[in-house]
């Protein structure tokens, strides 16, 4: 099966006053259709940037430095801001975090539905992009009459199914999210991802999801994808991250879990990650890591593929590569 | 044994509407006694999904609103008829932490400032280098390193920093009751595990009696002793943390259980089905809250189900236990361990 999404190289800087800031430091990834990545990390650590990146938003003062983003066949970076315009949506889609304050309140959803459609195929009849909009809603298991309402009369969760509607009316290849439960309680939680997880399944997209919470990425992902520092550090199946982890940082995040057995043990990660402004010197991770060697400290290990597959950044493993 | 605290068929009802329109009105907490014992600090989870009213219980708590019918009282005071002397002490021993840790900061000042209002305000020392001497004590115990944080600015901490900073204010002031409400549900999964164990630390070691709010049954699984589920203003559930999260019994328990996404690869969620929550703003007035949502709904579940004790420490809202003996609203307490 051909990828459908290839990341190459990605790099992004914001330019501040007080020097250049790299957010994502060569990032390359691959995922075929109907898979589906989580890609964690802590605050700061450039999720939110890859995602902006990969739909060519990021806003000045920030810039794509360099590197490829190809969905199906087509490299987004290479497309003019027209061509871009028609690409979102309709080839990658994104639903930003907190995507259900983004409604207009003063338009019905219906509308605000056909608005998306209009705006990248004027052909399309009303009637047709109507009933689009209608079997869109229905497939986010929302009544046909919410057509004909607005935000306010929705619950939360509701206006977040509706966001996924609006996402996957032209039924993108790739779609992102961005930590889109993290304002709902667990129940509606599990509802709205049950929701992303029926629709990607009948268009066949891909889906990243972004996001700092481990246990939402074991239910959901199929493979996971550790940030730090704007660099990937691991990246593996659901199943070899959650019970052999091998990058030091991956691991720790996985042991700072809570869960039914350890009751009452706290285990944070130690220190606190680094300003991007102030990076460390070679690995970045090597101030708060419990395996620092020597060469740490000078040199930044290369993000390479292990001989079962997955992808790790760290000295520890250079021989079995 | 004296009581700390006492909450007396406490309920809140919010009337909106203007004059023109029919009034409407929400039960955000309805008829809950419970009581807190000064020599035995604890950990008591409150717990409920958004709307369950755990945020009027912190914000009755506090003092901030009046209950509309029922008494709070604070060391044998009702606390709304609190004044002078006894208002100032109730402040100062009655603390908060608040959900976001980014909202408490004023930007302009360095976040000395966070603590050092309340030690002038409460006459806390008598010299400048008294003052300075307790704050540094005080962040030392959150295991913060005074010298990293005074004279910063707020933009300059993480999350997690600024949240323990609050923590440290609360300590400062050497409370009898902490009101945590969502302290760490906008602090990165692997900053969380410190706040809590520094919540902890409280407890155990300055004998702060700790009440902790939250949707999160994961973190109140590790923290707490004991907890109340609330739904929509009742109690749907209360008892030992550990029986009611590992053996939940009532239908919303275990659908709330079976739905927090467990980073556990053979604990697979989505058990239960969901069932679509009706509109939001209507109340209805008699019968289980949770009636229209429940997948075991009967026709006596139109009247409002008491408590039914399970076991020593658990007890259920709910007629599936109607076999089972009933404890009155005022005997909650007894049901959680300490």
């Not at chain 2, 004790?309 to 361990?337: D, M, V, W």
Request: charge should be neutral.
């Amino acid at each position: 099966m051909d990828p459908v999404l290839r990341i190459i190289n990605l790099q992004v800087s914001y330019y501040t006053d007080a020097g250049r800031a790299t957010a994502l430091d060569g990032v390359s990834l691959e995922l075929n259709p109907v898979e589906k990545l989580g890609l964690v990390g802590e605050s700061g650590s450039g999720k939110s940037t890859m995602a902006l990146a990969m739909m060519r938003m990021i806003k000045p003062p920030g810039r794509i430095e360099g590197g490829q983003v190809i969905v199906g066949g087509t490299d987004l970076t290479a497309l003019s801001e027209e061509e871009m315009l028609k690409a979102r949506l309709s080839k990658i889609a994104y639903i930003p975090q907190g995507a259900m304050n983004s409604l207009n309140p003063v338009m019905r959803i219906g509308a605000q539905m056909m608005d998306a459609i209009f705006a990248h195929d004027k052909s399309i009849s009303k009637d047709e992009s109507t009933e689009m909009s209608m079997q869109a809603l229905e497939s986010v298991d929302l009544k046909r009459s919410v057509f004909r309402m607005y935000p306010h009369e929705l619950s939360g969760g509701m206006k977040q199914r509706v966001c996924i509607a609006i996402g996957i009316l032209l039924k993108p290849q790739v779609i992102i999210a961005d930590e889109p439960t993290s304002a709902l309680d667990v129940v509606t939680q599990r509802q709205v991802m049950e929701t992303i997880d029926k629709v990607q399944a009948q268009i066949g997209a891909a889906v990243i999801l972004i996001g700092h919470d481990m246990g939402l990425m074991a239910q959901f992902v199929d493979k996971v994808a550790v940030m730090y520092t704007g660099q990937l550090t691991e990246l593996s199946t659901v199943k070899d991250m959650f019970t052999n982890p091998m990058h030091p940082y991956a691991k720790a995040l996985i042991h700072s879990l809570p869960n039914l057995e350890n009751k009452g043990v706290f285990q944070g990660i130690p220190g606190l990650a680094p300003a991007l402004l102030r990076l460390p010197s070679g690995c970045t991770f090597h101030p708060r890591c419990e395996h620092v060697m020597e060469i740490c400290k000078s040199q930044r290990p290369k993000y390479q593929r292990l001989a079962d597959g997955r992808y790790v950044s760290c000295h520890l493993f250079t021989d079995n590569a | 044994m004296s009581k700390l605290l006492e909450f007396l068929n406490v309920t809140k009802v919010y009337t909106s509407g203007s004059f023109f329109s029919k009034p409407t009105s929400t039960t955000a907490l309805s008829n809950l006694s419970l009581t807190l014992n000064e020599n035995e600090p604890t950990i008591l989870t409150v717990a409920g999904e958004s709307g369950s009213g755990k945020t009027t219980l912190a914000m009755l708590l506090l003092g901030f609103i009046n209950p509309t019918s029922g008494q709070i009282i604070y060391k044998g005071q009702d606390i709304s008829t609190l004044k002078g002397e006894d208002r100032i002490t109730f402040r100062r021993e009655v603390q908060a932490v608040f959900q976001d840790p980014f909202g408490v900061f004023n930007p302009f000042y360095p976040v000395d400032h966070l603590l050092s209002v309340p030690i002038k305000r409460f006459n806390l020392a008598k010299s400048k280098t008294e003052a300075r001497d307790k704050m540094v004590e005080a962040l030392t115990a959150v295991g913060l390193h005074p010298q990293d944080i005074l004279g910063r600015f707020p933009h300059q901490l993480s999350g997690g920093q600024r949240q323990r900073i609050n923590v440290a204010r609360a300590l400062l002031l050497q409370p009898k009751l902490l009101v945590a409400d969502e302290p760490v549900s906008m602090v990165d999964a692997s900053l969380r595990a410190n706040i809590l164990e520094t919540l902890r630390t409280l407890q155990t070691n300055y004998g702060v009696s700790i009440i902790y709010i939250t949707h999160d049954l994961t973190t109140a699984y590790h923290i707490a002793k004991s907890i109340i589920v609330l739904y929509r203003g009742s109690v749907m559930e209360a008892g030992d943390v550990d029986d009611v999260i590992k053996h939940p019994q009532h239908p919303y328990t275990q659908l709330l259980i079976d739905s927090i996404p467990w980073p556990d690869l053979s604990r697979r969620w989505g058990e239960t089905e969901i069932k679509a929550r009706e509109s939001e703003s209507s109340d209805i007035i008699t019968g289980c809250r949770f009636y229209s949502r429940c997948p075991f709904a009967m026709e006596e579940c139109t009247q409002t189900p008491p408590l039914y004790r399970l076991s020593e420490h658990q007890a259920a809202g709910c007629y599936l236990f109607k076999q089972n003996p009933t404890i009155e609203p005022g005997q909650l307490s007894e049901l959680l361990p300490v």
